[in-house]
């Protein structure tokens, strides 16, 4: 999962985020975070896999310390490596963990994406919602965060 996340973030935000914050990301700085996330019972995670059984993407969920709206989480990250994108993946991560937000007797569920990021049409896609946008930074430059959020589970499960 480290691999995925670090090489995906290399992709996804080549030209957001600047190149030498991107080349200073850790695969075993990002290794000890899953490797603590997935301790956890309350952090959700679901992994796609190839025919080779290598962790190829992967989506995680829970509720965020600073989410005080009941009966609702975050979807934290959705993740796939470049060349196995535009196949269904996501799709079938995004539902995956829905299924068990839906479980959960989540109602509503947030996520927060770069503005500059071309997954803002995909969440929109599926149904979330623009709530608001704020600035944040990385890498010493700062950018605009969406806040998005879904106000209904099963639209996601339907689509």
């Known amino acids: 999962m480290a691999r995925v996340h670090v090489d995906s973030w290399k992709t996804t935000y080549k ?38 059984g290598q962790i190829v993407g992967f989506a995680d969920g829970w509720k965020k310390e600073t989410n005080i709206v009941p009966h609702s989480g975050d979807l934290t990250s959705i993740y796939i490596l470049e060349s196995y994108q535009d196949k269904g ?30 997954t803002c049409e995909w ?15 990385i890498g010493g430059v700062l950018l605009n965060e969406r806040i998005y959020e879904w106000n209904n589970i099963d639209d996601v499960l339907a689509r």
């Open 15 to 52: 030209g957001i985020i600047p190149d030498e914050f991107l080349n200073n990301l850790s695969y075993t700085q990002r290794n000890d975070l899953w490797m603590q996330a997935i301790t956890q019972q309350d952090h959700f995670i679901m992994v796609a896999e190839n025919f080779e």
């Open 89 to 118: 993946m996501g799709k079938q991560l995004l539902q995956s963990l829905f299924k068990i937000f839906k479980q959960l007797g989540w109602q509503k569920v947030f996520v927060e994406v770069l503005e500059d990021n071309k």
């Open 123 to 137: 969440y929109e896609y599926y149904g979330a919602t623009l709530c608001k946008t704020v600035p944040i930074q």
